[in-house]
């Protein structure tokens, strides 16, 4: 804990990663508290005495939730959700929460409650988000392993850009406890971040597990992960999605990054083949605009019953409880049924391919000063975005179908800033998917340890 917490008072000012930091003496008495255990015996398992932050989006007893905002920003939950209280019963220590933007919208951890995050490759650019607070105090060092939510590519896309790996798994497999809603709104859902995947297959078998208050969760013993990962992945069929064939816009050396990452695969026997959505992404996307804007719109609804909150809330989220008023059922049950074709197209590709894999990110990180990108520079010229979400379209597609997926670190630009792998897995695929990782990592090698010594991290500190 003193190790811990000495790292974070060294590089936490630099970083903004770790926020609403409890006091060192309760912290501290917590771990002689574990040690005592231990002393006797007990072990609470394999998180016993470990610090953790968790996401500012998911609640905890005692310790400020805002979810970024400054209507939040005093809101102390009485009750940790389930994700927590699975952790704490592992033996981890809560020492505090982690930075994300203001209700997790939007892939650029900034807010006014406690300001942006900042990218460990690049102090000017944005680590991503939602869980960039969570992505930053792993690739610093400040946490062993994290926890993070993915809605629309929150624990993949910062992921790729702090060189880490983040795994979103499968829908129903974190169950999301309490919750007002839980038969529609699973989209989004809880999972694990870490600087090695056999970290978040680990984590995973903390989160995962059925709840009788998640009708929907899955009921596999999440005590599956906690397996050696090392199975022969040779033979191993990828679909390359790409940019979909010219649709995504995509800044210039990602594509090239990623296709580097798919050359190691294909170096330990992975066969990678170029293939295409075999649905209209036009039509994907209208489909997922009409999910998102019903599910944001109902989770800000209550915030909103008072007007004079509107001044205090920022205009990206605004703009989607704008969008989701008006909506009836039957235009709802209609991309209901978009989106269940979507998920039977997913299906019928996993006939030929194991996995899918596409680009984590559409852009480098960006500036930390903008809101969002206004425009992607392509190789064939600059594309306007007609949303603050659209140059983050490219990981709708896990989370629409519910499928797993894990983002990858594929290595550096010429920006030198590093960018990630999205691979994607079939229905219920979590432990294929971990394999399929496993493997990858242990063909790049200590990958933070390398890449580390021509970038910021390359610091005096010692490594924990």
């Not at 988000?129 to 610093?140: F, I, K, P, R």
């Not at 992404?281 to 489909?287: A, D, G, K, R």
């Not at 299906?347 to 903008?370: C, G, R």
């Amino acid at each position: 804990m003193q190790a811990y917490l000495d790292r974070i008072g060294a590089l936490n000012p630099t970083y903004n990663a770790i926020i609403s930091l409890q006091p060192a003496d309760l912290l501290l008495r917590q771990a002689d508290e574990r040690d005592a255990q231990l002393a006797r015996g007990e072990d609470l398992g394999w998180l016993h005495g470990i610090p953790q932050a968790i996401k500012d989006l998911t609640a905890t007893a005692g310790i400020r939730t805002t979810q970024g905002s400054p209507l939040l920003r005093d809101a102390v939950p009485a009750q940790d959700a389930l994700l927590v209280q699975r952790m704490r019963a592992a033996g981890a220590i809560i020492i505090g929460k982690t930075n994300t933007p203001e209700f997790g919208l939007g892939s650029h951890t900034f807010n006014e409650v406690f300001g942006a995050t900042r990218n460990p490759y690049d102090l000017t650019r944005t680590p991503g988000g939602s869980s960039g607070g969570a992505a930053v105090s792993l690739a610093t060092r400040m946490l062993p392993v994290a926890d993070g939510s993915d809605f629309m590519g929150s624990l993949r896309n910062p992921a790729g850009w702090n060189n880490i790996f983040g795994m979103r798994p499968s829908q129903g497999r974190v169950p999301g406890v309490p919750a007002n809603d839980v038969y529609v709104s699973l989209m989004p859902t809880d999972g694990p971040m870490g600087r090695h995947v056999a970290d978040l297959a680990l984590l995973l078998s903390t989160q995962a597990g059925p709840d009788p208050r998640a009708p929907l969760s899955l009921t596999a013993d999440p005590g599956i992960f906690t397996n050696d990962l090392s199975v022969d992945i040779s033979g191993q069929r990828v679909g390359w999605l790409g940019n979909l064939n010219g649709y995504l816009p995509t800044e210039v050396g990602v594509l090239e990054a990623c296709q580097a990452g798919l050359g190691r695969l294909q170096q330990i026997g992975c066969h990678i083949e170029e293939t295409r959505l075999n649905t209209a992404p036009e039509q994907v996307w209208q489909t997922w605009l009409m999910w998102r804007k019903v599910l944001v719109a109902s989770r800000l609804a209550p915030l909103m019953q008072n007007p004079a909150h509107r001044s205090q809330i920022k205009p990206e989220a605004l703009w989607e409880y704008d969008q989701g008023q008006g909506v009836t059922a039957s235009q709802f049950m209609a991309a209901s049924v978009q989106r269940s074709a979507f998920y039977q197209g997913m299906l019928s590709m996993f006939e030929h391919f194991d996995v899918l894999a596409l680009p984590s990110a559409q852009v480098w990180p960006f500036d930390k000063t903008w809101r969002w990108p206004q425009a992607i520079q392509t190789a064939n010229g600059t594309v306007q975005m007609d949303t603050y979400h659209r140059w983050m379209e490219v990981v709708i597609y896990a989370t629409l179908a519910g499928l797993p997926s894990i983002s990858v670190p594929t290595g550096f630009g010429p920006n030198g800033l590093p960018m990630g792998l999205q691979l994607i897995g079939k229905p219920q695929g979590d432990l294929a998917l971990l394999q399929l990782a496993h493997a990858y990592e242990q063909a790049i090698g200590d990958w933070l340890a390398v890449d580390r010594k021509s970038t910021r991290l390359n610091s005096s500190h010692t490594d924990i």
